[in-house]
Nanobody, 126 residues
Framework: QVTFVESGGGSVQAGGSLRLSCVASGNIPSSYCVGWFRQTPGKEREGVGVISTGGGQTRIRDALTGRFTVSQDKTSNTVYLEMNNLKPEDTATYSC???????????????????WGRGTQVTVSS
């Protein structure tokens, strides 16, 4: 079993930055896919970005390209979500989910992911 724990959320003003962390623990495979997702009350969870931990390939949601990046530190089994120039509409609970396969599903295919962490809240004020 693999579990994921997110951290790094908080409250920032518009234009600010945050870096979220997703730490894996347990029986971690050599290569797997981790995705960052976000959700606001009453709305569907949406994909933000994914990374294949084996090769490091990433993909960011089209509308967030240029502001958000996904990276990893293999030595600590941590995947990061770097968020810059934050906007009030980025306010959400951010969670990481995973697929224990080296090939990532489409990040828009949220239901393909599982092993969800509890999430971390990001609040951006104007």
């Amino acid at each position: 079993q693999v579990t994921f724990v997110e951290s790094g959320g908080g409250s920032v003003q518009a234009g600010g930055s945050l870096r979220l962390s997703c730490v894996a623990s347990g029986n971690i495979p050599s290569s797997y896919c981790v995705g960052w997702f976000r959700q606001t009350p009453g709305k569907e969870r949406e994909g933000v970005g994914v990374i294949s931990t084996g090769g490091g390939q990433t993909r960011i949601r089209d509308a967030l390209t240029g502001r958000f990046t996904v990276s990893q530190d293999k030595t600590s089994n941590t995947v990061y979500l770097e968020m810059n120039n934050l906007k009030p509409e980025d306010t959400a609970t951010y969670s990481c989910g995973a697929v224990l396969h080296r090939i990532c599903p489409d990040l828009y295919a949220v239901r393909e992911f599982g092993l969800w962490g509890r999430g971390t809240q990001v609040t951006v004020s104007s």
